[in-house]
RNA sequence: GCCUUGGUGGCGGAAUUGGUAGACGCGCUGGAUUCAAAAUCCAGUUCUUUCGGGAGUGUGGGUUCGAUUCCCACCCAAGGUACCA
């Protein structure tokens, strides 16, 4: 037999995998179903480094191993390929990003291939594609078209919001809106114009335009995220941020708050990563209070109103009676209301500071204590004393209603502002001294000083009060969200078009019938001269409303309007401008998990028969970096989906596990400082140094640097020269993120080809457990390497022998193990497992075809073209890859004695080989009689021994 | 600060319901084979030791015949999150 010849049996099972269509997955089978799934890469110009398929190889593993056990398996994979880095690309370079990402996915493609993977190419999405996107602009019709209705607690058609409003306004409706939607009639409903019901009805919609505080960078002329700006100007060219208003497309996420926290309790995901939702959706329950603003005489600002009133969430409403101020966000529209003459300049001052602090500086700011006093008063809703106004900064005009009312003594940040300032901090908790800090330990709260709650707990005072506040008009029981609803506009080119276009300045979707509206060519990438979107560069962007089509923007008529040139949409009989911004990045992402059941249905997104049968994700693996925004987004749109009846679950994914981050070891040389020379690591004391990365190819096993080819790497080491230790440069080793600026990035392209596909599997699993982060280091693949040249070596002869016991121990050891890990998710002890195994059957000089045909199986998810190939040995002619999964026989493993381990005081001393039918008291017997027990005794009597027959002896004393 | 996860040899890690700590692999040491190297094979490899043994799973306590495993307090690291009323 010749050598493992891995090269040559990759690229062949490669090759069949795919002329075979071995992994292509039927959507209907008498088999039941298992549908895994990998989150889908976005194809950088990187390429995949070793990281990457981690969670790809568990994934096929899982996949592999239930085609064995008798599923129908779809395992599918894709591209997230609108994004970022190819418009970047195309505004330097001018290529068009579709080519780049068209490129990329070459790229990964072929390193995925390489790699053995049993997915389903022909499901392959991206959501670049207008095929594929058709239906991401189709769901965005379908959530503007839906209302949640929390009566029912779903989404329902807008028509029949607009059934009810005709018939009796909106007092009734319990919906998820806007909070300025005004109150109506069915009579004021009917005498509103057409246009005025699309505003209305805009206030229901799930997905919505609204405008939108955002951070506004006029240089780059685009919306940047808080983690793009650092100090208040871009991370990118440093330029000027500033907070603007901007009319965006958003998502109401919120209307969902609820059912999103429930959900978790159905599902099998990761603790860490429900939390992190949980505390993202951040449901706090506690009540609304509302406050009359006090009118004050001799205000400038004479525009306070009786009526006028501030609103405030509260946790604490059982404290009410220890409220001495109230703080609002310096953004809050009361504050220019009620300010006094006196106090103008000061407020004033304020307000336009903290407009040009970003909201990120604001919050990583706690330590300052700021505010300003307006001048004005609120009356107290029980006590009808007045409370002073003041403005502050901690209080953050986008979560709950941007104004609190402050009880310093039960609130730390309220009772640092009150020292700051000055203001009372009365105390009404019984018994409790508050000279040094609040008191906020709910549990211990007994109620003091405060009217008809005094003497009562947290519990019944919140109760109480609630009822109260109720009574007297002035509040309810609330429960409030952190949660906002998601902006989903970007000023980007590369992204979904919205299938949108204005008549009079309101929406308006493009039937379903035109869709894909596809994505126009544009000259330059660049936001236009006058702030536009890019796709504002469009020369052919206007909507023929009549005959359905895209046409150039001619069509529009420009007219004059406030001084310069717009778009006129009444010009052209049927000619409307389109949406200009497109769609952020997990807009494609929301639902592939669904489109992959049918990915080439042009008629719906996926047929009924498709979504009938896979019905969800059986078990998805990914990056936990995704906890707050895909894994969120998509569970949002799912329960959408659930409502419309389009889906028959409303969680998409049943378990979900998070790979680990595989981080890199960087290569550190040291280079004397102010000269040329580099010292090799157990010299650098001697020599003041500076650390470098270099490239960790350029080292071998034994941390030795290849100095010659490191003088190639880059012109700097050219001349360099080198202090060594023992004829050898010894690099320093760190680990840190695998990243191109550490020069420590691994391919999988280069480990393939030196030691094959099923070696790099294997060893990616070996290094340890899918959830943990661990460090790659090349050099180890070498003892997975030899394992699977030991595999090979096994079946160098084969024969219809009878296997021994032994043989059979070994073989069923490993089946229960094996099987018991993949159900676990534990694929690292099953590496281990195997060697064992071959070690094992290799010293028996086991060559039964007995043993070596399940064995071949069990290593199949694993390394499946060692596999194949020696299953094609075993005299097969068809895959490996649906053979049935050895089953495991207890009987092969029943032992009759047991080495018993003799410990005392719990420590083992030494073994005993014990046959294991031998009663709790002849063991007892044994061991005592034992010379071993008597030399540890010293002569001393046991003051107890303990038998547990089959397990362990321990001896006391 | 809060939440989460983790802390075991030189390194990656194993120990599934409390029962032999360090499986398996890397690296290292010695040996075989070889003209030599690679590859392969064999032996050793937690620390310590007076070679009997003793200590040992971040630290300190506790429960137990027995703790890497359970409980309490603390320290450290990584990730998430943050003036959330």
């Known amino acids: 037999m010749m050598s493992y010849n891995f090269r040559k049996i990759e690229a062949k099972w490669q090759k069949y995998w795919a002329e075979n269509g071995t992994f292509r997955a039927s ?34 593993i899982y996949s592999r191993y239930k085609r064995h056990k008798g599923f129908n ?13 190819a418009e970047q690309y195309a505004i330097q370079t001018g290529q068009h990003p579709a080519i780049t990402t068209e490129n990329n996915i070459k790229r990964y493609r072929e390193q995925l291939d390489k790699l053995g993977f049993s997915f389903d190419w022909d499901r392959e999405v991206r959501t670049s594609n207008p095929r594929y996107y058709k239906w991401t602009q189709w769901i965005f019709i379908q959530l503007f078209n839906s209302w949640y209705n929390k009566k029912s607690d779903k989404a329902e058609d807008i028509a029949s919001l607009i059934a009810i409003f005709e018939k009796e306004g909106n007092e009734n409706v319990e919906a998820s809106c806007d909070e300025d939607t005004p109150m109506f009639s069915a009579a004021d409903w009917n005498g509103f114009s057409a246009k005025t019901q699309q505003e209305i009805l805009l206030k229901y919609r799930l997905t919505y335009l609204a405008d939108t505080e955002v951070n506004w960078c006029p240089a780059l ?21 500033i907070r603007k208003k901007m009319t965006q497309w958003s998502m109401r996420i919120t209307a969902y708050a609820q059912r999103l926290l429930d959900g978790l309790d159905k599902i099998d995901w990761p603790q860490p990563l429900k939390d992190s939702q949980t505390n993202w959706i951040g449901r706090s329950e506690g009540a609304s209070v509302t406050f009359n603003v006090i009118p004050v005489n001799g205000v400038t600002s004479s525009a306070v109103e009786k009526s006028d009133t501030i609103e405030v969430f509260t946790t604490r ?16 529209e009361l504050v220019a209301k009620i300010t006094t003459a006196e106090q103008k300049a000061e407020v004033d001052a304020y307000v336009e500071a903290t407009a040009k602090r970003s909201e990120r500086d604001r919050m990583a700011d706690v330590k300052t204590v700021s505010g300003v006093f307006t001048g004005g008063y609120a009356e107290h809703p029980f006590t009808k004393e007045p409370v002073p106004i003041w403005i502050g900064d901690y209080v ?8 609190v009312m402050a009880v310093p003594c039960g609130d730390q940040r309220d009772y640092d502002f009150a ?63 952190r949660l906002r609803d998601a902006v989903f506009s970007r000023q980007r080119y590369w992204g979904e078009p919205f299938p949108v276009y204005y008549v009079d300045g309101m929406p308006q979707m493009i039937d379903l019938e035109y869709l894909p509206l596809q994505l126009p060519e544009v000259e ?21 409303a009549r005959n359905n089509k895209v046409v150039s923007n001619e069509m529009l008529k420009q007219v004059q309007h406030d001084g310069h040139s717009e778009l006129d949409s009444e010009s052209h009989e049927g000619v409307y401008p389109l949406e200009l911004n497109t769609m952020p990045g997990w807009a494609g992402s929301s639902q592939y998990f669904n489109r992959y059941m049918d990915p080439r249905n042009d008629e719906t997104i996926f047929s009924e028969e498709a979504i009938g049968y896979w019905q969800d994700v059986d078990l998805y693996i990914g990056g936990s970096e995704h906890a707050t925004g895909h894994l969120l987004y998509s569970r949002f749109w799912q329960k959408f989906m659930f409502d419309k009846g389009l889906v028959p679950k409303d969680e998409y994914a049943q378990k979900l596990i998070n790979q680990g ?12 400082s102010g000269t040329n020379k580099f010292v090799s690591i157990g010299l650098k004391d001697k020599y003041e140094v500076e650390e470098l990365r270099v490239d960790v190819n350029l080292v071998n096993v034994s941390n030795e640097l290849d100095i010659n080819s490191l003088r190639d790497w880059q012109p700097e080491y050219e001349g360099a020269e080198f202090i060594l230790e023992d004829g050898k440069y010894i690099v320093g080793r760190e680990v840190e993120k695998m990243s191109k600026r550490w020069y420590n990035v691994v391919n999988p392209d280069a480990i393939c080809v030196e030691y094959g596909a099923d070696s790099l599997r294997l060893y990616e699993m070996f290094l340890g457990p899918l959830e943990q982060s661990k460090p790659w280091n090349t050099a180890g693949i070498t003892g997975v390497h030899s394992f699977l040249k030991k595999l090979w070596k096994l079946y160098t002869v084969i024969e219809d022998t009878e296997p021994t016991a032994d043989n059979l121990k070994s073989l069923h050891k490993t089946i229960k193990k094996v099987e018991e890990d993949i159900e676990n998710f534990s694929f690292n002890t099953s590496v281990s497992t195997f060697m064992i195994c071959v070690n094992e059957l290799t010293a028996q000089k086991c060559a039964s075809k007995a043993i070596l045909e399940p064995l071949a199986i069990l290593v199949s998810p694993y390394a499946p073209h060692i596999a194949e190939e020696l299953w094609e040995r075993l005299g097969h002619t068809e895959s490996i890859a649906e053979a049935a999964f050895p089953v495991f026989e207890e009987k092969h493993l029943v032992e009759s004695s047991k080495e018993y381990p003799i410990s005392f005081n719990g420590k083992m001393r030494f073994k005993l080989e014990l046959p294991l039918d031998m009663g709790k008291d002849d063991i007892e017997a044994a061991v005592l009689a034992h010379e071993k027990t008597q030399a540890q005794l010293q002569g001393r009597t046991p003051k107890k021994v303990i038998v547990v027959p089959g397990k362990i002896v321990n001896i006391v004393g």
Request: proline share 7%; hydrophobic share 35%; charged share 15%.
């Open 27 to 60: 959507n209907n089978s008498d088999r039941p179903k298992f549908y895994a799934l990998s989150m889908f890469p976005y194809p950088s110009g990187a390429g995949l480094h070793v990281g990457h398929p981690l969670g790809y190889i568990a994934t096929d």
């Open 73 to 85: 398996v779809l395992h599918p994979m894709g591209y997230d390929s609108f994004g970022l880095p």
């Open 221 to 241: 002329g685009t919306v940047l995220a808080n983690d793009e700006i650092v100090n208040g100007v871009s991370e990118r060219g440093g330029h000027p941020v």
């Open 317 to 332: 409403p059982d404290t009410i009676f220890g409220a001495s101020f109230m703080t609002l966000a310096p953004e809050h």
């Open 396 to 403: 953050l005009a986008s979560y709950g209603t941007g104004a």
């Open 419 to 481: 020292k700051h300032y000055n203001i009372p901090i009365p105390n009404i908790f019984d018994g409790v001294d508050i000279s040094e800090e609040a008191f906020a330990d709910k549990a211990t709260t007994v109620i003091a000083n405060s009217d008809f709650l005094n003497g009562l707990s947290y519990k019944d005072a919140t109760q109480k009060v609630i009822a109260e506040l109720e009574k007297i008009g002035h509040g309810e029981g609330k429960i409030n969200y």
């Open 524 to 544: 330059k990438y660049l936001p236009t001269e006058t702030g536009e979107p890019p796709l504002g560069n469009a020369t052919h962007w206007a909507w023929d």
């Open 661 to 672: 981050m595989i981080t890199g070891t960087s290569a550190v040389v040291y280079r004397v």
